[in-house]
């Protein structure tokens, strides 16, 4: 179970133990829901809602911890910048040392602005095009994770055009069942991603005969939001005995990059943790003298992000709450039946009496659901809330479905705070429509 709401919501955590189990969250008497150091009515009050607000102190921790997991395993963080790009998000991971995963020539030059170094960025996707890979080999980007003989065959071209060498490894495809919602688990041998195990080892053999071309790894992502280790293991022993195979063959094999994906506890479910991975890292690897990667986007950032809302009006008898975020702000309760807490801002309104509501927003598809029958304390009209964990695939997932300008971002760092996206305005949304010469009357 992992992004799908259960039926019976007995077992939903209540709005106390979402903020227990959120050491960056507080609740307090006064100044209501509290990120780090700032109150979130505060932000509410000066950027109104919706609004999406980061902790950097969060993201920082979270890398910090992530690290330490990793400490003596000769390993790299790689962000995945998909789960959140925004540049001050970069920024803070730049600054805690990681790197970025990028799937995209926008990410990569994302990446770059925020001061990520070429060297530390890895270039993964399954459709990369050829302007994207001359802007990699251009930048000198340290790898790119081809995902097939095709895409392999392009690298070497344009490679050998610009009088470079791709530094490149090759992503299998494990066909492991990574445990999690369909459209989001890439692992498997029906799933689009990477090159299958079993044609690896050739295609590698013929990489290193390719001008342009050192293959200098493995790489692997099974999947995302993955609550066991059971998937990692299978798949990193899988690819430990290709490498092994590789070796035996006299091929050179450096590096190993172990993917993203772990999973954290939108309804506190227990989960992964990084400590966890590290240790299936260390079964499969650690004696290999292997240079290890990982890419994880959502365990950074997940928790660390929050879109702010404000109830419009309550109808139906009650049941239903409707808030002015919708599906077009935070699609993943629509698109993956993905479970998110929702916790009042103000203090008085997170006390008393609970009762079975719907979240929706104002979108007029059913799917513009935020919850389902939840227990909730009563959330008159004007209250505000907090949908949590919306840090990752949040705000880059989001349209302007229904003229729906994107809201403004904050980012909090302790108790400072500001904002660091404005909100569009309704003539941003058509700034670069025209309207043709023969439509004039
Ligand atoms: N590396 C590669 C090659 C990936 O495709 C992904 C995510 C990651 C790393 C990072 O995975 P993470 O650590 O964040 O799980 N929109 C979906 C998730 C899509 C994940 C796509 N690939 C959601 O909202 O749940």
């Not at 292997?290 to 109830?311: D, F, Q, T, Y």
């Not at 008159?380 to 964990?389: N, T």
Request: charged share 20%; proline share 5%.
């Amino acid at each position: 179970m992992a992004l799908t709401a259960p039926l019976s919501s007995s077992d939903e955590p209540s709005v106390a133990a979402l903020v227990a189990a959120r050491p960056h969250l507080s609740m307090h008497a006064f100044d209501g829901l509290v990120l780090e150091g700032v109150p979130l009515a505060h932000i509410a009050d000066k950027l109104g809602t919706p609004c999406w607000v980061y902790g950097a102190g969060t993201m920082r921790a979270r890398l910090a911890e992530l690290k330490s997991a990793l400490a003596g395993l000769d390993a790299d963080v790689h962000y995945a910048v998909k789960a959140n790009d925004h540049l001050a998000v970069l920024r803070v991971f730049a600054q805690g040392g990681a790197g970025a995963d990028v799937v995209s020539g926008g990410e990569l030059m994302r990446a770059r602005k925020a001061g990520i170094a070429a060297d530390h960025i890895v270039f993964s996707g399954v459709g990369k095009t050829v302007g994207e890979i001359e802007l990699a080999l251009r930048e000198g980007i340290h790898q790119i994770n081809v995902e097939s003989p095709a895409e392999l065959a392009m690298i070497s071209q344009i490679a050998t055009s610009m009088n470079r060498t791709a530094s490149i490894a090759l992503r299998i495809n494990p066909d492991v069942d990574a445990g999690t919602h369909a459209k989001i688990t890439t692992g498997k041998a029906e799933n689009k991603f990477g090159i299958p195990y079993d044609d690896a080892a050739a295609l590698y053999a013929h990489a290193a005969t390719l001008p342009g071309i050192a293959p200098v790894g493995i790489a692997l992502h099974i999947g995302s939001q993955i609550l066991s280790t059971a998937p990692y293991r299978a798949a990193f022993a899988r690819a430990a005995e290709l490498i092994r195979t590789l070796r035996a063959a006299g091929q050179t094999v450096t590096r190993m990059d172990c993917g993203g994906g772990i999973g954290i506890g939108y309804q506190d479910e227990p989960g992964a943790s990084p400590a966890a991975l590290a240790g299936a890292m260390r079964i499969a690897f650690g004696a290999m003298g292997l240079k290890l990667m990982v890419e994880p986007g959502r365990w950074l950032v997940g928790p660390a992000g929050i879109l702010l809302a404000s109830v419009i009006l309550v109808k139906g008898d009650d049941r239903f709450v409707v808030i002015d975020a919708a599906m077009n702000d935070l699609i993943r309760p629509a698109m993956y039946e993905a479970w998110h807490g929702i916790v009042p801002l103000a203090a008085g309104n997170a006390v008393g009496a609970t009762s079975r509501i719907d979240v929706v927003g104002p979108i007029c598809e059913s799917s513009d659901t935020f919850a389902t029958n939840r227990a909730l304390p009563a959330l008159p009209a004007g209250a505000r809330v907090a949908i949590l964990d919306a840090g990752a695939y949040g705000a880059v997932m989001s349209s302007t479905y229904n003229a729906r300008p994107m809201p403004a971002i904050a980012m909090v760092d302790g108790d400072r705070w500001t904002t660091i996206r404005k909100a569009q305005t309704v003539e941003d949304l058509w700034a670069n429509e025209t309207i043709p010469e023969f439509l004039a009357e």
